[in-house]
């Protein structure tokens, strides 16, 4: 029964293939750093260097055979944008509309700085602040008419 | 108001709008949708074997008529609903369109069996080690691709297929094509 439950299980997952053979350690270091940057299509946020699903496989084989083939990093990252967009990469480059993710952070915390540094330095540099006046004392217009007997009664109960 | 507090709420606006602006664009699309980018260009040539006979399939070949290429593999659970309504399709629009299955990540056995042989409904494509899906953006199975009878990529489909919208996507692509993009390599 075990043996059929997991026959079962195993037989809805793809066989897996071996990688394709790899190149000299130089060039192989190249391929893995590409893998780095590339954003596998079947996993959640895995490069396809550090996925074992068979589309992620199947793309280091191709990174391999461009890069055996003498294509550039630059070209070997457009061989990918040109089938899966800028998806495809894990950074995105800091050109047009990404621009603004990459230095957004950088001028909020530049502005925080300065308002930081500018409300410390206030006290220090800020003229003494004026003696404060002494309060006016209330007018007799201010004062509610001497008849009212709700506010005496409150004013007496006050000055108990 | 005063002037240093005007430029304070202008640069907090101006902050706010840029970060909405973001995540406007953000939210607005499906996290799991993986963009394709193939749509109007031509399609990557390939030189497959058939499963059924061994002879070499080659894409340039087969330009003049509405090409449907369907990605598959028996281990996959959807592509066994899908395999009918293709099926269906080849059979009854084999006159004015080409069918073809293309394995993805499977063995030629387990293909065989899956695919019915040697009476399939539609010719199927051996991918070695998936060479060819990475050409063309795969990004799982089952996905189909609709090529036109110049070879260019009109639409690419990355869900079980039914019926409607199989006849849907077969009526698009006997239409003319929009300008062609630059070829991909």
């Known amino acids: ?160 | 108001m005063t002037r240093r507090g005007l430029w304070i709420g202008l640069s907090l606006a101006a902050v706010t709008a840029v970060l909405l602006f973001v995540l406007a664009k953000g939210f607005g699309r499906d996290p799991h949708e993986v963009p394709f980018q193939l749509r109007g260009k031509p399609a990557p040539d390939f030189t497959l074997k058939r499963l059924d006979t061994g002879a070499p399939v080659k894409l340039s070949e087969l330009k003049g008529k509405p090409l449907v290429l369907n990605f598959w593999a028996s281990w996959c659970g959807p592509c066994k609903a899908e395999h009918p309504v293709v099926a269906m399709a080849a059979r009854r629009f084999g006159q004015e369109f080409q069918f073809y299955g293309v394995v993805f990540e499977d063995t030629e056995e387990n293909a065989r069996a899956f695919a019915g042989l040697p009476d399939p409904a539609f010719p199927q494509l051996m991918d070695e080690r998936s060479r060819m899906a990475v050409d063309y953006g795969v990004t799982g199975v089952p996905e189909t691709y609709f090529i036109d009878a110049q070879g260019i990529i009109r639409e690419k489909v990355a869900a079980p297929l039914d019926p409607r919208t199989m006849m849907e996507k077969l009526a698009a692509l006997k239409q003319p094509a929009g300008p062609v993009s630059e070829v991909v390599r």
């Open chain 1, 1 to 160: 029964m075990t043996a059929w439950v997991l026959g079962l299980v195993l037989a809805s997952y793809a066989p897996q293939q071996a990688g394709s053979t790899l190149l000299d350690p130089a060039r192989e270091a190249r391929v893995q750093a590409l893998g780095k940057q590339l954003r596998c299509p079947m996993c959640q946020g895995l490069s396809i260097a550090d996925s074992n699903s068979s589309a992620a496989r199947a793309q280091m084989d191709k990174v391999r055979e461009l890069v055996a083939s003498g294509r550039t990093d630059e070209e070997i990252r457009g061989y990918f944008t040109s089938r899966y967009g800028e998806w495809a990469l894990l950074e995105p480059p800091a050109t047009g509309m990404n621009l603004l993710v990459w230095l957004l952070p950088l001028l909020l915390l530049l502005g925080g700085a300065v308002a930081i540094a500018r409300t410390i330095r206030r006290p220090a540099s800020a003229p003494p602040a004026p003696p404060a006046k002494p309060a006016e004392p209330e007018t007799d217009k201010d004062r509610p008419p001497p008849d009212d007997p709700w506010l005496e009664a409150v004013r007496a109960e006050l000055r108990r």
